[in-house]
């Protein structure tokens, strides 16, 4: 008999509490015993999951389980993880949320386009598509379906504020978004169009101001087909690296708070580092067909939001000290669950297991050094509105 203690237990509360749910209680419970053995492991592969999957059985026994499961037709990855996504927003009623879209390549042969919810320095996926593919430009398309499947999970007073990078910068994509009742903010490639309120065509290149200095424009028009009434934010800002011209489209005013929510984008590429050499090693794993790796992503993605649940609930209680060496926060709250969910194996203590990603503010930062604490993202020294 299981112990209430193992994580394996705690994992099964944990999707439970999320509204995971199968067709047969076998397939439930690999997926649980995959969670386990992804984040004892930190590896995408089911052999290395072997050693903390229970049982009597063979370990060739227990590998073959794990791919039928990665290769079951019928799983099928957004339709199990809706409701999960229902149970993370339900306390966002009233809320503004968010939402992170952006595309990774895996090998150059295969594209994951994720829609996340930024979340306190990181990112909770929500939904993502896996196809065959070499750019990380992706048709609108391909991923239509899957935005409408996550709009279905939100509830109606949440506000919504959708984030993208230049190669997101589509018209029927801004189309979808209003029709879903969401906000967004898009940066523009540097050979957009745009129609200003004066009637003057300008390409977005001719309008960056000098370094430093920012421009607002109302009731702007972009590309050839004249789309709008919009809203364009365009700086030249200076980064720690150097210096970004930043074009944001937005379909509402504009100001310094429009770079500011253009800069939370950056936390789905933490996310995205997460999946790869900063966590769960997804380059790493053997699979070579979009939908098994769909349903690899579908673990990854309870994964996460299980660490980041523990994360959460280890610094309410304050344990983060035994676990984070730094002074003040200095982890990510995926990497103070990961880190608890170790300690707590090895020292048997409490293992979290349930749902808790509140849209609380984070009022204690990760600051991993202070020098870089005290460099902000950017920099804009005046901004005018034109």
């Known amino acids: 008999m299981l112990n209430h203690n193992t994580l394996f237990y705690n994992v099964m509360k944990f999707a439970h509490d999320g509204r995971i749910s199968f067709h047969d209680i076998r397939i439930y419970q690999t997926f649980v015993w995959a969670i386990v053995g992804f984040i004892q492991s930190k590896r995408p592969h089911f052999s290395h999951w072997l050693p903390f999957r229970r049982g009597k059985a063979?370990?060739?026994?227990?590998e073959r389980q794990f791919s039928r499961w990665l290769h079951n037709e019928k799983i099928r990855p957004m339709l199990i993880?809706?409701?999960?996504?229902?149970?993370?927003?339900?306390?966002?009623?009233?809320?503004?949320?968010?939402?992170a879209l952006d595309t990774s390549l895996l090998w150059n042969k295969f594209v994951?386009?994720?829609?996340?919810?930024?979340?306190?320095?990181?990112?909770?996926?929500?939904?993502?598509?896996?196809?065959?593919?070499?750019?990380?430009t992706v048709a609108v398309v391909t991923y239509q379906r899957m935005l409408?499947?996550?709009?279905?999970?939100?509830?109606?007073?949440?506000?919504?504020?959708?984030?993208?990078?230049?190669?997101?910068?589509?018209?029927?994509?801004?189309?979808?978004?209003?029709?879903?009742?969401?906000?967004f903010r898009i940066r523009l490639?540097?050979?957009?169009?745009?129609?200003?309120?004066?009637?003057?065509?300008?390409?977005?290149?001719?309008?960056?101001?000098?370094?430093?200095?920012?421009?607002?424009?109302?009731?702007?028009?972009?590309?050839?087909?004249?789309y709008g009434h919009l809203y364009l934010a365009i700086a030249h800002v200076i980064t720690p690296n150097g210096s970004e011209k930043w074009a944001i489209i937005s379909d509402e005013p504009v100001g310094r708070q429009t770079f500011d929510e253009y800069g939370l984008r950056f936390d789905i590429e933490e996310n995205f580092l997460d999946d790869k050499s900063a966590g769960f090693n997804l380059e790493d794993t053997l699979l070579r067909d979009s939908m098994s790796i769909s349903r690899l992503c579908l673990i990854i993605a309870v994964s996460t939001a299980y660490l980041v649940s523990t994360g959460n609930v280890v610094d309410l209680l304050g344990f983060r000290p035994v676990v984070d060496t730094h002074w003040r926060r200095g982890l990510s709250y995926l990497q103070i669950g990961w880190r608890w969910s170790q300690h707590a194996i090895a020292n048997q203590k409490w293992l979290h297991n349930f749902v808790w990603l509140p849209p609380n503010p984070d009022l204690e930062p990760a600051i991993a050094s202070w020098k870089q604490f005290y460099q902000p993202m950017f920099e804009l020294h005046s901004l005018e509105w034109l």
């Open 148 to 183: 409408a499947q996550v709009a279905a999970q939100i509830p109606v007073t949440t506000t919504v504020v959708l984030l993208a990078d230049r190669g997101f910068g589509h018209i029927n994509l801004m189309k979808i978004i209003k029709q879903l009742g969401w906000n």
């Open 81 to 99: 993880y809706q409701p999960f996504v229902k149970r993370i927003l339900a306390d966002w009623c009233g809320e503004t949320a968010y939402f």
């Open 189 to 226: 490639k540097s050979n957009m169009w745009v129609y200003l309120e004066n009637g003057t065509c300008h390409q977005i290149r001719t309008l960056v101001p000098e370094l430093g200095k920012g421009h607002c424009y109302d009731r702007v028009r972009i590309t050839k087909r004249r």
């Open 58 to 62: 063979k370990g060739s026994s227990k």
């Open 112 to 136: 994951i386009t994720r829609l996340a919810l930024v979340y306190n320095g990181r990112a909770i996926p929500v939904g993502w598509v896996v196809f065959a593919g070499e750019s990380a």
